[in-house]
């Protein structure tokens, strides 16, 4: 699986959209990229994933350049909710095989 | 309830004593994941199964055993705790059909 490269931290106004960047420049063709949270203490949870296609769903956008090396999720109006460490993972679309989790970027969401 | 549930969510033990996590699943997925976290990395694998009777390691399963004798349980056993072993567990499960994963809310273990 190709490696990723996400900021260690990010700081967000409440309210305010949040774009949270990730290079993956190894990726392959049929790799997807896929993004986690992890708010404290919690199991990680699903945000969203792409193969090439920009994607929306109603807890973020995931935006995908053109060459596929880099990505940005997109939280459209952060809350204090959405403070926690998120994962940018390349995985390739067998179901069912594991994922690869790096150090993530703690997103700190004030008021 | 249905989802994924892992007991127990606490649990300190001594260096040495056999410790069993238990992970159960509702939603009868396929696949069925362990993960360890510890302070300053991300997820490992330790083990994952594809369905029932069949498990593979994963790229930490040193010192852990698992089993998956129902589609629902997976559990992870650590056969004699070592302190190395103290961390956060986390259960994940999926079905072939979507490909996200869905953890458990953890269990935090201490090895004294």
């Known amino acids: 699986d190709a490696k990723t490269t996400q900021p260690t931290s990010m700081d967000c106004a409440e309210g305010r959209a949040a774009n949270l960047p990730c290079n993956h420049s190894?990726?392959?063709?049929?790799?997807?990229v896929y993004w986690y949270r992890q708010i404290h203490s919690q199991g990680p949870q699903y945000i969203i994933h792409?193969?090439?296609n920009n994607e929306t769903n109603e807890m973020a956008s995931l935006i995908i350049t053109e060459d596929r090396k880099s990505s940005t999720l997109i939280l459209p109006h952060a809350t204090l909710r959405d403070t926690a460490v998120y994962y940018c993972i390349v995985r390739g679309n067998q179901a069912g095989t594991a994922l690869i989790f790096g150090k993530g970027t703690t997103l700190s969401v004030s008021s | 309830d249905a989802g994924i549930t892992q007991s127990p969510r606490y649990k300190i033990t001594e260096t040495g004593r056999q410790v069993t996590l238990m992970c159960h699943q509702t939603w009868s997925h396929s696949y069925m994941f362990w993960y360890r976290q510890d302070l300053g990395h991300g997820l490992r694998l330790i083990y994952y199964?594809?369905?029932?009777?069949?498990?593979d390691k994963g790229e930490v399963p040193d010192g852990y055993v698992v089993s998956r004798s129902k589609t629902e349980n997976f559990p992870l056993t650590l056969e004699s705790a070592t302190r190395s072993q103290t961390s956060v567990y986390f259960c994940?499960?999926?079905?072939?059909?979507?490909?996200?994963?869905?953890f458990g809310p953890g269990t935090r273990l201490t090895v004294l």
């Open positions: 792409g193969l090439k």
């Open positions: 994940a499960s999926s079905d072939e059909s979507r490909w996200e994963q869905f």
């Open positions: 190894t990726i392959s063709g049929n790799e997807y």
């Open positions: 199964s594809a369905a029932a009777d069949i498990t």
